[in-house]
């Protein structure tokens, strides 16, 4: 397959996409949406949050989950990086520490697809039964 | 910090808290003049000279959520350990500019590491903030900015996952293409 590599291919590549309905028109009802944010500060960044949104980003895109991944800065949680808030559609946000990519996948598979809680939740008074 | 794309994350970050809307990144590598060089723009409320000033010092933080501020220290460290500089230059209501220099060939320099991945995370997480990338090579460049992008992708968000993919590849792509071409 060839590489993108102008904005015109770009373009193109879009519209395959959007015919083979792989893209959600997310923009419309952004609500309704999974909303994962990586904290990203300093802190977050030197204990790998970049690793963790990428396999976060990774994971949904092959799952095929109907979610957004943003970015924070430091939620005071300085000793738990990396942290990942996860608001889904309906719930309050849920804040998971000590996040790496075994537990970004866990996050997705048990949280977001069977509502099932985690340990290492946010304030850490909170352990799962 | 393993490389000098994450310390371009965080330094971000503080635009990001400035309430920038407009980030301009510029990594220029001159391997003819043995330098690195990665600049930082925004359009954020800027700083105080004090405020400056008090940049490099650790403890300093205009954050409420801890008392320390270490993505600029550490930068500086780093520049400073690899034959280089760090320079910031602002004013209020303005903005800020973070500029760092290295020598390249310094054995202490962080890799660069997957600059086009960072940037791609930062453009796709804050859809309301415009970004500006260039990449020189020895003198040959390749921009992109969200302006055009968001132009090209109509209604289609940055943070579609699908589209972060693409705009990644075609970022690397060009860069690779710029580094290849000089090599034939």
């Given at each position: 397959m060839t590489k993108i590599k102008s904005l015109d291919e770009l373009r193109k590549k879009k519209q395959q996409l959007e015919q083979n309905l792989e893209i959600r028109e997310k923009s419309d009802h952004p609500e309704s949406l999974v909303q994962i944010k990586v904290a990203m500060a300093t802190c977050g960044i030197a204990s790998g949050a970049r690793t963790v949104m990428n396999a976060l980003v990774e994971k949904i895109r092959n799952d095929k989950i109907p979610a957004v991944v943003t970015q924070t800065g430091c939620m005071g949680y300085c000793y738990a990086e990396p942290t990942v808030e996860v608001k889904k559609p309906g719930h309050d946000p849920v804040v998971f520490s000590y996040v790496d990519v075994k537990k970004a996948e866990e996050i997705i598979d048990k949280y977001i697809k069977n509502n099932e809680l985690l340990d290492?939740?946010?304030?850490?008074n909170y352990q799962t039964i | 910090m393993n490389d000098l794309a994450l310390h371009l994350l965080d330094i971000v970050q503080n635009s990001l808290s400035a309430g920038a809307t407009l980030i301009t990144i510029i990594v220029n590598e001159d391997l003819l003049k043995n330098k690195l060089c990665i600049k930082v723009k925004d359009n954020g409320r800027g700083m105080t000279e004090e405020q400056v000033k008090k940049l490099s010092d650790p403890f300093f933080t205009s954050r409420t959520t801890r008392r320390v501020g270490l993505g600029v220290p550490l930068l500086r460290q780093t520049a400073e350990q690899s034959g280089g500089r760090l320079k910031v230059t602002s004013q209020p209501g303005e903005g800020t500019t973070l500029e760092v220099h290295f020598?390249?060939?310094?054995?202490?320099r962080p890799p660069l590491g997957d600059i086009a991945n960072a940037v791609v995370l930062m453009m796709s997480a804050n859809p309301l903030v415009d970004f500006k990338y260039t990449y020189t090579y020895n003198g040959k460049s390749y921009e992109v900015d969200t302006v055009e992008l968001k132009e090209v992708l109509g209604?289609?968000?940055?943070?579609d996952l699908h589209i972060m993919g693409m705009i990644e590849e075609m970022i690397k792509t060009n860069q690779t293409d710029l580094k290849v071409c000089q090599f034939e």
């Open positions: 290492g939740i946010l304030p850490a | 020598q390249h060939d310094h054995i202490d209604d289609t968000p940055l943070s």
